[in-house]
């Protein structure tokens, strides 16, 4: 069980990566096998921490049977994995409409403004395939420069494939024969693998918290600036930090999406849609309920902005965050963005 989605998921992360290359050199002579579960770790690690770390758990040992855990495991990684995708192509938006280089329909702004207050898997798919449209009628390159290539008809098609089945499994609550346990769970591993495929690409790209930066400056030279990143691509919770001088500045105390860290000034900002809560100091009896963790946005309701982390188990009030008002603001923001691109025709 998983070594075919392991190997298929390696072998295109590899095309994208060729460091990883040589862990697909086995010695013919000895007729040695190539160790997946050596693979598995570097897949996880080279995927975004929110869906490495449901596909840590796809692959643990307690996942190795047809089971209902592993049918609802499978699905929480495909869903998160959408969420992400959506996340990123919403802060590529947001960027696009304030440099004005885009403009949208009235019917995107609607629908975006009755979909994105509260998310579903319906919605993350309409986000992608909707965004995506956006930017191919006015000529905007991605960020993620693959994503011109992957996103296409195909692609959609096989997101289209879990909205009615979250519907028919009501949310994890429904009742299931073994038999259609067992369907499920070899159809839905099939149907993941081709999606992590697809955005195998993302072994290229980086995902860090910019934790710090301090301003270097010396006598009768220029100021550079060091940055302390926390790289968010790992297969357990110890993120590796790395710590880099540039003579530009990335955005602060955020999650940032990087094409590389040799060159700063290209990422794309995901707060408030991503959240790192882990840099918060816990100074007051207020915050004692503040857990540490990766924190993706689900719904904007009373004015609250509401959150699930990618560990923590139990619902987590964030308000008590010293950042909370400037994440509501930024939500506000983002979405009157988003209005004010209607087009005028």
Sequence with gaps: MNEVLIKAVFTKMAEYKPALQK?????????????TRILGDLVIKNLPWPIGVELRRLLSGSMR????????????TIERTMQFLSFVLVAQLWEECIKKQ???????????????TVLTMGNYTWLIRGICKVFSENNTDHFII??????????????????????????YQINLTQDEIERRCV??????????????????YKLVTVRQISVMKQKHREATFNHFFDLLNSSDSDFKSTEIQHDVYVDSNAVL??????????????????IDTRTE?????????????IFLFTKFQNDKIFYVGTEVTS???????????DLVEQYKELATTIEQSRNPA
């Design 23 to 35: 862990y697909l050199i086995t010695d013919d002579d000895e007729e040695e096998e190539i160790d």
């Design 65 to 76: 049977q047809l089971d209902r855990a592993r049918l609802d495991q499978l699905f929480k």
């Design 102 to 116: 885009i403009t949208l329909s009235d019917d995107f702004v609607n629908q975006f403004r009755n979909r994105f």
């Design 146 to 171: 693959e994503k011109k290539d992957i996103f296409n008809k195909k692609f959609f098609d096989m997101l289209d494939f879990w909205v009615p089945e979250r519907n028919d499994i009501g949310h």
């Design 187 to 204: 159809e839905y591993e099939e149907k993941l693998k081709l999606i992590l495929e697809a955005i195998a690409f993302f072994a290229r």
């Design 257 to 274: 999406v990087m094409k590389d860290f040799k060159s700063p000034n290209e990422f794309l900002n995901l707060s408030p849609l991503v």
């Design 281 to 293: 100091i816990i100074d007051s009896k207020d915050k004692f309920s503040i857990k540490k963790d």
């Design 315 to 325: 619902k987590c009030d964030l308000s008590y965050l010293s950042s909370y008002k």
